[in-house]
């Protein structure tokens, strides 16, 4: 076999490209930077776990909104804390659901005054709404506010208001100090309106004062007396 003849300078040859060498775990690079987790989206998420399950309505809007603001975070395709954050989202209904519940129903059920404010036809408020010289059909809770049933003072009931009377609008005291007022207050003011002494009176007395939480709305001392058995009419100058 003859040898084989140059390829002239005229012909189109061609020679392959060299490529670089790649790296054994090329296939294992990442598409792109990868960044932290957003701690501040958890942090989010967690804090409205927190208000919504705090029953007040001002934290239940406050937790629902930041629980929306964390799902509507997206971070590379996650979104971080959202587990906590759709939990916030259905405990805050759930809560003022009953915060508004609670509202409502004592409205429908309070009970008609006359025009001298005295109750015509029972019904159950709140100690917030109670005035002096109201009937309790039964001795409520005594401490802090709650509802209590009131009836016409003509029924026979076991309680009724004798004072009201309203502490000083200053910051938070605390509820020794309330306590302390509510003492002397209430005390200091039955012998006028029973016309016993404390030391030697038959009848029981206690009343409901403000919390912390209503301590900017309401700053009453509601005082009230009860007798051993239901009675009617006013104890107002028994001398029991």
Not at 29 to 39: I, K
Not at 115 to 132: K, M, P, Q
Not at 179 to 190: N, Y
Not at 202 to 224: A, M, N
Request: charged share 20%; net charge negative; aromatic share 10%.
């Amino acid at each position: 076999m003859g040898e084989i003849p140059p390829i002239p300078s005229g012909s189109a040859g061609f020679s392959l490209p060299k490529y670089p060498d790649l790296p054994e775990n090329w296939s294992q690079r990442p598409a792109g930077p990868v960044r932290p987790p957003d701690d501040r989206s958890e942090g989010t998420a967690t804090a409205a776990l927190v208000l919504a399950l705090i029953p007040s309505v001002l934290t239940n809007v406050i937790g629902f909104c930041l629980a929306i603001s964390v799902l509507n975070k997206p971070y590379g395709g996650r979104f971080n804390g959202r587990g906590k954050a759709v939990a916030a989202l259905v405990i805050a209904p759930i809560w003022l659901i009953i915060t508004v519940f609670l509202l409502v129903l004592p409205s429908l059920v309070e009970p008609d005054r006359g025009d001298d404010g005295a109750v015509i036809d029972e019904g159950r408020i709140s100690t917030f709404d109670l005035r002096v010289g109201d009937c309790l059909e039964q001795m409520g809770p005594e401490g802090e506010q709650a509802f209590v049933d009131v009836v016409p003072c003509d029924e026979p009931h076991q309680a009724e208001v004798y004072h009201r009377f309203e502490l000083p609008d200053t910051p938070w005291p605390g509820e020794e100090e309330i306590l302390r007022f509510a003492d002397g207050g209430c005390a200091s003011s039955f012998t006028t309106w029973s016309g016993s002494a404390i030391e030697t009176t038959i009848l029981e007395g206690f009343y409901y004062y403000p919390i912390r939480s209503s301590w900017s709305t309401d700053r009453f001392i509601t005082c009230v007396v009860s007798s051993p058995e239901p009675t009617t009419g006013t104890l107002e100058g028994s001398g029991r």
